[in-house]
């Protein structure tokens, strides 16, 4: 099924982002993970002896740290950490404009579409490529308005005093083993803050592609928005399917203070080679509002609970999410609120979909302590099973202690069964057209709340993976 | 050529043989009726013709203007011009009825084939005034929380999109008030012509009050027993179905 083409080193497949190029890497931190790897690291972006120590005790963290194969899948078992290499980049500086990104890099992101995206609707792109950002770039009005939108390697560099003073206090080193490794090794992510009163019309985006084999992407984001800013920043990630396992351990935080707002959306489609192990958590202030829109389809193993943190009185939390578990995928998904303030409320609505041998796993988690008053959650988690191999389990845990709080949960599972295909085709729809129907609808409620140009990927998306789940 | 041929159908479901020898013939511009207890095989039929995977056609052809359509898949053959109008329609949650239209009538176009919207939404719209639906019918979804009457609308709703050269209508009075009844049987009346062959499928003769058919079948045990003109269906008003019960179970 390949395309034909003139670079001998380019191998294509149908699926959009299955293709990779061979490329030099100018800083290569070899196979395998130790001190040296992070001395490695911290040498090659100049980085301050603070970070290098952060680092240091976060390799520790992580070594010490059992893999959390007591609730979580045995797959886990299957990641060979002697075998990944930690950090590949051409350069730590990423280029301003896209003429003067490396050839292959700038091929990859045109091929993906990601500078159309940027001239049609966005306000400002990161693109990442293995380790480093590969351009960046942001409207020239947001930077007059004191907006930074930059890579996670500037942000330390250029913007200490804002970095540091809020970089691991959502999601701690040692939150758990994947949040360490990527404490010890991190390299790229966004670095955003937006200043008091500052709104952000257009949305933000980062795209991060993983291009080499046996490698692990381990971006860190921080995005701040300032008492009553707001911002949107949408991320998408793709990477070719190699035999080897590819690993993609993010940590992503969120600060919004005093009546800022942050909507953080995430449409990933990996490669079923891919461990996706992400930590992502928001800090949400008075009156402030978090909301994540998080999309899961591909990888081998995914585990993300994307929380908030209700830290101020008043504030909201939100997740919005979908999971898509093809054949031989397992997606282990769900969210965290945790309500520290009275009148918090949070929502979080789960709609997983099992195709085939797929594995759906919803956790949740909403915690409400005794003393609070006027708090809110409501939970639902539907999954929609296509073909019986497929499984789905839900594992919520709701903690609610005192009174004065409403909570709503509710669950359902449905199937998409013979006759409903059947109906459709009898309309002349193909069985892969009739199947992505059913999802589409099953997720419409959802995608309806989403950007038009993210809902329309998102479809696109879909329809590729039912065409390859039909005979 | 112009005409949908079925010859020596035998059908099983789960390796019980349901329909033997079953020979009809719906010249297109005719509408023919067929009639029976239940049980006798009628959906069997109507299922089979459209492809369903569990209606295994064990021997036979069903020619849709000439071309074969055993072992076509039940998507193939809608496009190839048969249209189901279900007796129990499938919900399909969170699909509005406008987009699962569009989608069906998306199916059909030819590859670069320009899909205009505006020119789309004016003839549903046409055809559901038509029909007597609400404009905001288009945006709930398909069968999802409908009626009876609702359900045999919208059915009656998609084979006026879709235009078929030949339609099943598969017991599409079953459940239906009397009102409703007379707005389906409009919907086929209008839809009735030179370019169109109908089957419909009934237990009872009253949607014959409102469809005035050219032929009328009479079916037992999986064969046509009996044929005639629109007279037929009055006699087993009349009669009643045991009368076909006697006449035709002591001759087999």
């Known amino acids: 099924m390949s395309e034909s083409s003139k670079d001998p080193n380019l191998e294509i497949d149908r699926d959009k982002g299955n293709f990779s190029y061979d490329v030099d890497y100018e800083y290569d931190a070899g196979q395998g993970l130790s ?46 950490f002697d075998k990944i290499r930690y950090y590949l980049a051409q350069g730590q500086r990423p ?31 990161e693109a990442q490529f293995d380790s480093e950002a590969a351009y960046s770039n942001m409207k020239k009005n947001l930077e007059k308005d004191g907006v930074i939108f930059v890579g996670s390697t500037e942000g330390l560099m250029e913007h200490p005093e804002i970095f540091r003073k809020f970089f691991g206090k959502v999601i701690p080193t040692g939150d758990n083993k994947f949040s360490a490794l990527n404490s010890a090794v991190f390299s790229g992510g966004s670095f955003i803050y937006v200043p008091p009163g500052v709104k952000v019309r257009q949305p933000l985006q980062a795209y991060f592609r993983i291009n080499a084999e046996s490698f692990g992407q381990f971006e860190r984001t921080l995005i701040i928005a300032d008492e009553g800013a ?69 990888s081998r193993l995914t585990m993300k609970y994307p929380g908030v943190v209700l830290k101020g009185r008043g504030a909201r939390g939100e997740v919005l999410s979908i999971a898509l578990a093809n054949d031989g995928q397992h997606q282990d998904t769900g969210a965290k609120m945790i309500h520290a303030a009275d009148d918090t409320t949070s929502n979080i609505i789960s709609k997983s979909i099992s195709v085939g ?47 004065k709080k409403s909570t709503q949960h509710e669950a359902s599972v449905s199937k998409v069964n013979k006759d409903q295909i059947f109906y459709m085709m009898q309309r002349g729809l193909s069985e892969a057209e009739a199947m992505s129907l059913s999802v589409n609808g099953f997720i419409n409620d959802l995608t309806r709340e989403f950007p038009m140009e993210y809902s329309v990927e998102l479809k696109r998306l879909i329809e590729l993976e039912m065409e390859g789940s039909v005979g | 050529m112009n005409s949908l041929e079925i010859k020596n159908l035998a059908v099983e479901v789960a390796g019980k043989a349901i329909l033997e020898d079953f020979s009809l013939t719906i010249p297109k511009g005719e509408v023919h009726a067929l009639m029976g207890p239940n ?21 036979g052809e069903v020619l849709l203007d000439g071309q074969n359509i055993v072992g076509m898949e039940p998507d193939e053959i809608a496009r190839a011009g048969l249209f189901l109008a279900f007796q129990y329609p499938s919900e399909i949650t969170g699909v509005s009825i406008a987009n699962f239209i569009r989608a069906a009538l998306q199916s059909r176009q030819e590859e670069g084939e320009e899909f205009v919207a505006t020119a789309y939404y004016k003839d549903l719209y046409a055809k559901m005034d038509a029909l007597k639906m609400d404009r905001s019918f288009t945006s709930r979804s398909v ?45 086929v009346e209008q839809q009735r012509g030179p370019d169109r062959g109908f089957l419909v499928i009934t237990h009872y003769q009253r949607l014959l009050n409102y469809i005035v058919p050219d032929k009328v079948h009479v079916m037992w045990e999986g064969k046509i027993v009996q044929s005639g003109g629109k007279e037929l269906a009055m006699e087993l008003e009349e009669k009643g179905y045991d009368w076909v019960k006697e006449t035709y179970a002591s001759a087999s």
């Open chain 1, 35 to 80: 001190a040296k790897t992070i001395d490695y690291i911290a040498d090659v972006k100049n980085e301050d002896d603070w970070i290098r120590e952060f680092r240091h005790k976060a390799l520790k963290v992580f070594e010490d740290k059992p893999m959390p194969t007591h609730w979580a899948s045995d797959d886990l078992n299957n990641i060979h």
């Open chain 1, 95 to 125: 280029s301003r404009s896209w003429e003067d990104v490396p050839d292959e890099m700038k091929e990859t992101f045109e091929r993906l579409g990601i500078p159309e995206q940027e001239r049609k609707f966005l306000a400002g792109v």
């Open chain 1, 230 to 298: 707001e911002v949107t920043y949408m991320e998408g990630c793709t990477a070719p399917k190699f035999e080897t396992t590819t690993l993609h351990s993010a940590v992503v935080e969120l600060v919004a203070l005093k009546g800022a707002k942050i909507q953080y959306i995430t449409v990933q489609n990996w490669s079923n080679n891919v461990f996706n192990l992400v930590t992502k958590r928001g800090m949400a202030e008075e009156d402030a509002e978090i909301r994540w829109i998080d999309c899961n389809i591909g």
């Open chain 1, 357 to 403: 041998t797929g594995q759906a796993t919803y956790r949740g988690l909403v915690h409400m302590p005794k003393h609070l008053k006027g708090c809110k959650n409501n939970t639902e988690c539907d999954a929609l099973l296509i073909n019986s191999n497929s499984r789905t389990d839900t594992f919520p845990a709701i903690t609610v202690r005192g009174d």
């Open chain 2, 39 to 59: 049980g006798t095989g009628k959906s069997t039929l109507a299922k089979a013709l459209a492809g369903h995977e569990d209606y295994e056609i064990a021997s």
């Open chain 2, 143 to 187: 069968n999802e929380g409908f009626s009876g009457g609702e359900k045999k609308r919208c059915e009656i709703l998609q084979m006026m999109m879709l235009e078929p050269a030949y339609a099943i209508m598969d017991e599409t009075d079953s459940g239906l008030d009397i009102d409703a009844l007379k707005i389906v049987a409009e919907g």
